[in-house]
T-cell receptor, first 113, second 113 residues
Framework: AQSVTQLDSQVPVFEEAPVELRCNYS??????LFWYVQYPNQGLQLLLK??????LVKGINGFEAEFNKSQTSFHLRKPSVHISDTAEYFC???????????FGTGTRLLVSP | NAGVTQTPKFQVLKTGQSMTLQCAQD?????MSWYRQDPGMGLRLIHY???????DQGEVPNGYNVSRSTTEDFPLRLLSAAPSQTSVYFC????????????FGSGTRLTVV
């Protein structure tokens, strides 16, 4: 069973509009959760992480995510996107043994003018 | 610059050839891992290592071999390349149990013809 599920493979949005990228995790994943961004032809860069504490986590480039234990979700949000946010976004979680990072299948964010 | 260095960046192999993808990190990270990225499948774990001399299999280990003789290096060997191994390969490292997030290399794009 997929341990980290990203519900949308592609999200088109207009510049300056808000966006939410959805991520759900299963019980085989710990609550150490991450969002990574991959720009075209590049490696992955850490956007933000949740380890414990406040359920609202702020990251780089104006992104934030909210950890919701009851809904087993860790959705990524940005109130106003830019063309430069066009990229693929990956949700990931450490497995319960803390030895492996398990990735979702990715969501491609397409920002148009 | 501190980080994860992967070589080569691009490689074309013929079916049946063998090769080694190199990965080196200079952050004294204990954890290192190899992922392959294929369209629509996200990143899948091939092999990982929790420290020098210790390696273990991930989700898709068949056809790949690893060793970890030093903390810095974690090479990935393709024993007999097959077209199904055409992919982008990423090496990643982290300290401790990865709670700080992983640092990724820039990737090796491998084509097997």
């Amino acid at each position: 069973a997929q341990s980290v599920t990203q519900l949308d493979s592609q999200v088109p949005v207009f510049e300056e509009a808000p966006v939410e990228l959805r991520c759900n995790y299963s019980s085989s994943v710990s609550v150490y959760l991450f969002w990574y961004v991959q720009y075209p032809n590049q490696g992955l860069q850490l956007l933000l992480k949740y380890l414990s504490g406040s359920t609202l986590v702020k990251g780089i480039n104006g992104f934030e995510a909210e950890f919701n234990k009851s809904q087993t979700s860790f959705h990524l949000r940005k109130p106003s996107v830019h063309i430069s946010d066009t990229a693929e976004y990956f949700c990931a979680g450490l497995n319960t043994g803390f030895q492996k990072l398990v990735f979702g299948t990715g969501t491609r964010l397409l920002v148009s003018p | 610059n501190a980080g994860v260095t992967q070589t080569p960046k691009f490689q074309v192999l013929k079916t049946g050839q063998s090769m080694t993808l190199q990965c080196a990190q200079d952050m004294n990270h204990e954890y290192m891992s190899w992922y392959r990225q294929d369209p629509g499948m996200g990143l899948r774990l091939i092999h990982y290592s929790v420290g020098a001399g210790i390696t273990d299999q991930g989700e898709v280990p068949n056809g790949y071999n690893v060793s970890r003789s030093t903390t810095e290096d974690f090479p990935l060997r393709l024993l007999s390349a097959a077209p199904s191994q055409t992919s982008v390969y990423f090496c990643a490292s982290s300290y401790s149990h990865g709670g700080g997030g992983y640092t990724f290399g820039s990737g090796t794009r491998l084509t097997v013809v």
